[in-house]
């Protein structure tokens, strides 16, 4: 009886030690689709893009260390010599071509995503090359990474700029133009494919934030505990984070914060919690989703009569933006559709947009969903209209005073924008978590 009980019970701890063990499935493990995904963005959607930005050439300078924003997007993101990828519109596609030195030229044969590979000299280089080839072959506007409005698309630098432009011809000089538009046009809409990934990452942001609200303890949890839960989910399947890493998550029980890092606050009963979270996939897209929950008092069954009707305002404000959100409107129309509502209700006024297009960074190229808020200028992406491919992240709002300063309802979801209207990437937050204090 005692061996059986002895054998049992070792069976038990070996199965055990193996359950702990076992690795946590990453369900972005695997081939990273990126490859495949690019080459149908450049085939594809850039052409379009080009056309809408009357561009007809695009010239991308690229080096080490300090690479251009949209090295990964065009191909020069393994680039150590300074470099030049071109892409040409020629009817109603794109050839691309690109100067580099020996030592990437295999590389980029191999991976064959460009028309045309030319393997320059050390001396005199790649950039006297190209400025060769685009004075003797270019005819029309000649766009370059410059921007004042967009950083994603201001990647060249002012020696780069110099330099380049000092080869070119003065005919040339004159038709040279930001890529700004160009950027905005092709980045701000995604494949299905990408779509697809951008609602797989969404669905796990979502759940993760509903798991680490069931470990808050009142009274002992702080706000950084909750933060430190959500790092750990996030090393045990190997995502990283949407944005800055220690204001990731952002994580606030008490007065309202921006956009800041979790801190020592101890949570308690009567506590509205914000998590503004976010996770970034095959080192690529990320998302950017907030849930909320309210801390019950030991006799309450139901948030106070004023805390529920501020975050069902909040809630009903988010699915009135994601009626209007459909083809054709403006990001300026689709704010003004909130302010309205947050008017009619009472609410304060809030400093931030809407929304925001979210994809490759947390705050991507698109339209603004913003620019209605009393004494703000519209940025110039709220005058946009939106587009079939569009993804945002968006909010419902409410906020009221409470002491130490305010504090903000905001209810984040992500969507993307079809031809028929919008659709929430995950199932959108319905009712307030709601946190016992027994």
């Known amino acids: 009886m005692q061996k059986t009980l002895l054998y049992f019970l070792s069976c038990f701890f070996i199965l055990s030690c193996t359950a702990q063990k076992t690795p946590v499935q990453n369900p972005f493990d695997g081939p990273n689709p990126w490859p495949d995904i690019r080459q149908e963005r450049i085939q594809t959607l850039l052409p379009e893009a080009m056309k809408r930005a009357e561009v007809d050439t695009w010239a991308i300078l690229c080096r080490s260390n300090n690479n251009d924003p949209l090295a990964r997007h065009v191909g020069c993101e393994n680039a150590v010599a300074p470099a030049v990828f071109m892409f040409r519109l020629m009817d109603d596609e794109v050839f691309s071509i690109v100067f580099t030195p020996p030592g990437e030229a295999t590389a980029l044969q191999e991976i064959a995503l460009h028309d045309s590979i030319v393997v320059t000299g050390r001396s005199p280089g790649a950039i006297v090359e190209a400025a060769d080839y685009i004075n003797t072959n ?73 798991e680490v609200y069931e470990t808050v303890v009142p009274n002992q949890t702080t706000d950084r505990d909750i933060a430190h839960f959500l790092k750990a989910k996030m090393r045990e399947i190997g995502v990283t984070d949407a944005w800055a890493p220690d204001q990731n998550p952002a994580v606030n029980s008490g007065p309202d914060r921006g956009h800041a890092h979790p801190t020592d606050r101890v949570i308690r009963p009567g506590d509205v919690i914000q998590i503004d979270f976010g996770i970034r996939v095959y080192d690529l ?3 950017d989703i907030q849930r909320f929950a309210y801390v019950l008092h030991r006799d309450e069954t139901e948030p106070p009569a004023d805390i529920q009707r501020y975050w069902e305002v909040a809630r009903d404000g988010n699915r009135m933006v994601l009626e209007v959100m459909q083809p054709g409107i403006t990001g300026l129309e689709v704010d003004r559709v909130q302010r309205d509502w947050m008017a009619e209700n009472g609410s304060m006024n809030v400093m931030w947009n809407t929304g925001h297009p979210v994809g490759y960074v947390a705050h991507d190229v698109g339209p603004s969903l913003g620019g209605a808020q009393p004494g703000r200028d519209p940025h110039p992406t ?17 906020m009221w005073e409470i002491e130490g300063g305010t504090k903000t309802i905001s209810v984040e979801e992500m969507a993307v924008v079809t031809e028929s209207g919008a659709v929430y990437l995950t199932e959108p937050q319905q009712d307030l978590i709601l946190i016992s204090s027994d």
């Open 382 to 398: 709220a005058f946009k209209e939106l587009r079939a491919g569009n993804v945002f992240a968006f909010d419902g709002f409410y």
């Open 285 to 287: 897209w990320v998302t």
């Open 138 to 210: 270019v005819r029309g506007r000649l766009a370059l990474n410059f921007s004042d409005t967009n950083e994603i698309a201001d990647g060249l630098s002012q020696t780069q700029y110099n330099r380049l432009t000092e080869l070119l011809t003065q005919q040339v000089r004159n038709r040279i133009v930001s890529s700004e538009d160009l950027v905005y046009e092709w980045l701000s809409v995604k494949t299905p494919a990408e779509v697809d990934i951008l609602r797989k990452a969404a669905e796990i942001t979502s759940r993760w934030q509903y």
